[in-house]
């Protein structure tokens, strides 16, 4: 356990997280591609490929840091 430089009652600091799960870079192409072509027909924003698998939370660093860390074997 790390040790913290905040007092017991000193308020935390939030920031905002997210997850992003990344395609594979061989799939990235062919995704952009597709994006662009969308983008173009429906006048959409542009953005790199991926999925959002935790949208955006309000986080001490702290606390996301227990959240997203995972053991050497890749579990929660």
Known sequence: MEASNVQPNE???KNV???WALP???LKPRLKK????LRS????PEFEPHVTVVGAVSLTE???RDK???DQ???P
Do not use: H, I
């Open 11 to 13: 308020p935390q600091m």
């Open 17 to 19: 997280y997210s997850v």
């Open 24 to 26: 594979p870079e061989d």
């Open 34 to 37: 597709l994006m662009g072509e």
């Open 41 to 44: 027909e429906f006048n959409g």
């Open 62 to 64: 702290g606390d996301a």
């Open 68 to 70: 997203f860390k995972y």
């Open 73 to 75: 074997e890749g579990t």
